[in-house]
């Protein structure tokens, strides 16, 4: 009887210990986006959802794995103006996000490119490319190939959409659904800056 006063007590105490210190990390940790374009080691601010940041965050040179099997490099996208959606195949805010972008090819035609990438990293190329094909997507489809973007944006949300300027600037990123005619509309004014 004793002995099993002493393990439950034990058991106790390790429970409050574990609850304590998981607490106190929580608190400990910092909110919000805090990511930077250098990796965390600039005082430059964070980025904000839906503001256009200018032309000053260059987008890393990132070879994101495709459906293909093909290695591509985000540079060789500059030029036009780049689209990407940040999904999960098992979101269904992904898939109306899908209908979005189909519009906004149809508005914008060769003006733009397209990319979806899982940010899921159980996701295999196999999957993306049969994703593609079962849904009749006309756009390249991969990976966010060692977690790119999902780190810099420190991304909580599937979809979210991030445009890159035709120079290679990270212009703006959006957390959920975004309706083709905003989208547009922000490449618009993107473009006259």
Same mark, same amino acid.
């Given at each position: 009887? &004793? +002995? ?6 034990? #058991?106790?105490? %390790? ?5 304590? /210190?998981?607490?106190? *990390? ?68 992904? &898939? +109306? ?6 519009? #906004?090819?149809? %508005? ?5 490119? /397209?990319?979806?990438? *899982?940010?899921?990293i159980s996701t295999t ?31 909580r949300y599937t979809p ?34």
């Amino acid at each position: 009887m &004793e +002995t099993e006063k002493m393990l439950i007590g034990g #058991l106790l105490i %390790a429970v409050i210990a574990v609850g304590l /210190v998981v607490g106190v *990390s929580f608190a400990l940790t910092p909110t919000g986006n805090t990511n930077t374009n250098d990796g965390g080691t600039s005082s430059t601010p964070a980025l904000t959802a839906d503001t256009d940041f200018g032309q000053t965050r260059a987008a890393s040179d990132w070879g994101l794995l495709m459906s293909d099997g093909e290695i591509l490099q985000l540079s060789s996208l500059e030029g036009k103006f780049v689209i990407v959606d940040l999904m999960s195949l098992t979101c269904p805010a992904c &898939e +109306t996000q899908n209908i979005e972008l189909e519009a #906004l090819i149809d %508005a914008m035609g060769d003006s733009i490119h /397209v990319i979806s990438l *899982s940010v899921d990293i159980s996701t295999t190329v196999d999957q993306m490319d049969q994703y593609m094909s079962s849904n009749a997507l006309g756009w390249p489809h991969g990976l966010d190939t060692n977690s790119a973007f999902t780190y810099y944006f420190n991304l909580r949300y599937t979809p979210t959409m991030v445009i890159i300027d035709a120079d290679g600037y990270i212009r703006m990123y959006h957390e959920g659904v975004w309706n083709s005619e905003d989208m547009q509309s922000s490449i618009s004014l993107m473009d006259h800056t």
